[in-house]
Every structure is written in structure tokens, then in C-alpha cells.
């Protein structure tokens, strides 16, 4: 078999792959999404059931990429929480990564349940006495906050910021102002130096 051809089904292979975990991806992530929706129509209609007295914030979300600032941002959370007996959602978001000419990769699910371990370590040592959801998802993380914020009708955003601003700023982009000018709801950002 001439080289060429040995290239192009190399190709297709990889092409193929790639496109069954993109679908394993999609599939988990809307179960994912259909589930915490459920859960938080339930909560509402327990919280109107019980008429709890009003509070500033009744869930807040707190979104952490595991480096200094998002952990920053995670101790206000859970300080804002408590202050208001408030629910705290931690998200952490597996990006996908555009590939040229091949659409988007997304994580593997090796990828994920290393970031659910991650994010259960994290947890088990900074939120061990406050009521919490942890979640792990696949795609851009400004679009996935925003897209949580309204299916489980978070009350405020937390997030950290790497502080970046000029060139590396116009080239990275800046996901916490993504979700800053995204949300429907108010967001703080933590700078973590």
C-alpha cells in the first residue's frame, strides 16, 4: 500500500475517533445538563413550598479552573454561601480545542474523571461543611458558565481572573469577561495575585 494512502486512512481514523468522542462528549453533557435542570426546577418548587425567607443570594456558582485565583474565588464562594445559606454549584469546564480543518476536540473521558477526582480533592478539603454540587463538563468554559447560570437559575457568579490584559488578553480572550458580559445574573470576578 503506497504511503499516500496509508496517510489518508490514517486520516479517516483519527477523523473517526475524533468524531466518536465529540458525540460521547455531546450525549454526556446534555444528560448532564437535563439532570442538574431537573434538580433545580425541584429546589424551587421546594423553596416555594417552604416558604423560605428571602435571601440575597439562594445559589451561587462558582467556577474553577484549579489555579490561585480560581481557588480564591472558590473561599469567597463558599464565604458568600454560608453568609446567605446558600447552595454553591463548583464547575469545572474540560475546553474543547479547535483543530484546523477538523472542527473541535473534546476531551477525553479520561480527561473528565481526572478533573471530578480533582475537583472531589478540592472539595473534600475546602466546602467539607457546606452543601455543594460539583460538575464537570466539556466545552468553551465562558458559554458553559453562562449556559449553567440559566438552567439552574444561579443567583451570582464567582470566578477568578488571571489578571491579563493587553496582547495576551486580545489573543487568550478572557473567560471571566466572557461571563461577566454573558450572564443574566452578577458576577465576581477574584484576581488571585
Known sequence: MPNDEKDRLGEKLRQK????????????????????????????????REKRKPRAFNRILCAIDFGRSSLKALDLAKQIAGENDAKLYVVHVCPTV???????????????KSAQDRLREVASRRLSDLPHELIVITGDPAERVVELQSVLNIDLIVV??????????????????????????????IRGE
Open 98 to 112: 479547535a483543530v484546523p480543518l477538523g472542527g473541535t476536540l473534546t476531551s477525553t473521558p479520561d480527561a473528565e
Open 17 to 48: 475517533a475524533a468524531a466518536a468522542q465529540n458525540l460521547w462528549a455531546a450525549r454526556s453533557d446534555r444528560e448532564l445538563i437535563a439532570r442538574l435542570k431537573r434538580a433545580a426546577e425541584e429546589r424551587l418548587a421546594k423553596e416555594k
Open 160 to 189: 477568578g481572573t488571571h489578571g491579563r490584559s493587553g496582547v495576551p488578553r486580545f489573543f487568550l480572550g478572557s473567560v471571566a469577561d466572557r461571563v461577566v458580559r454573558g450572564a443574566a445574573c452578577p458576577v465576581l470576578t
